[in-house]
Antibody, heavy 125, light 107 residues
Framework: EVKLLESGGGLVQPGRSLRLSCAAS????????MTWVRQAPGKGLEWVSG????????YYADSVKGRFTISRDNSKNTLYLKMNSLRAEDTAVYYC??????????????????WGQGTRVTVSS | DIQMTQSPSTLSASVGDRVTITCRAS??????LAWYQQKPGKAPKLMIY???SLESGVPSRFSGSGSGTEFTLTISSLQPDDFVTYYC?????????FGQGTKVEIK
């Protein structure tokens, strides 16, 4: 059974940093690209960042580029999101999700087939 | 970026009704479109991928259709558990983008 468990959320002041983790189990972690998606209170889903199975390729939404860093440790089956220079507009529930294998080797584009339960990040002074 | 627009934003219906949600893309996404269901306080759940393929375990009353820029999610007979929010998502090109969501509420 695929399981994704996020942690690391909390209350943080504007301008500070936070690192989210997503522990994965039930599948061969290194074989799958992974992603972070967030949802601000009462709002819709916003894709944040994605990473290939090897970790060599990373992708970011313009809204977080230069501030957030996605990474993974395949030996620990864990995905990370380091968030720097946090802003009030980063307040959201952050979900990690597994990306189904892409049919093309050169891309990680595909749908998100499993999601974690989310971790809440609140940026406020 | 490809913009995804869902309509309606809210849909009022009764148990047993057949309902359709539309998702339009600002440019062609071929058939690279997924639908997710989200219950309050829960993570999204994949329902449909590649526009019309039903994810394993999803009830057959859910179906998807379309290609290019126009897509639909149809629920053939609404059940009490279906009165939640649905999102479309394109995965044709980076960045992945979602529609704004459609909330299905009880009439």
């Amino acid at each position: 059974e695929v399981k994704l468990l996020e942690s690391g959320g909390g209350l943080v002041q504007p301008g500070r940093s936070l690192r989210l983790s997503c522990a994965a189990s039930g599948f061969t972690f290194s074989s799958y690209a992974m992603t972070w998606v967030r949802q601000a209170p009462g709002k819709g889903l916003e894709w944040v960042s994605g990473i290939s199975g090897s970790g060599s390729d990373t992708y970011y939404a313009d809204s977080v580029k230069g501030r957030f860093t996605i990474s993974r440790d395949n030996s620990k089956n864990t995905l990370y999101l380091k968030m720097n220079s946090l802003r009030a507009e980063d307040t959201a529930v952050y979900y990690c999700a597994k990306i189904e294998v892409s049919l093309e080797m050169s891309t990680i584009l595909n749908y998100f087939d499993y999601w974690g339960q989310g971790t809440r990040v609140t940026v406020s002074s | 970026d490809i913009q995804m627009t869902q309509s309606p934003s809210t849909l009022s219906a009764s148990v047993g009704d057949r309902v359709t949600i539309t998702c339009r893309a600002s440019q062609s996404v071929s058939s690279w479109l997924a639908w997710y269901q989200q219950k309050p306080g829960k993570a999204p759940k994949l329902m449909i991928y590649k526009a019309s393929s039903l994810e394993s375990g999803v009830p057959s009353r859910f179906s998807g259709s379309g290609s290019g820029t126009e897509f639909t999610l149809t629920i053939s007979s609404l059940q009490p558990d279906d009165f939640v929010t649905y999102y479309c998502q394109q995965y044709n090109s980076y960045p992945w983008t979602f529609g704004q969501g459609t909330k299905v509420e009880i009439k």
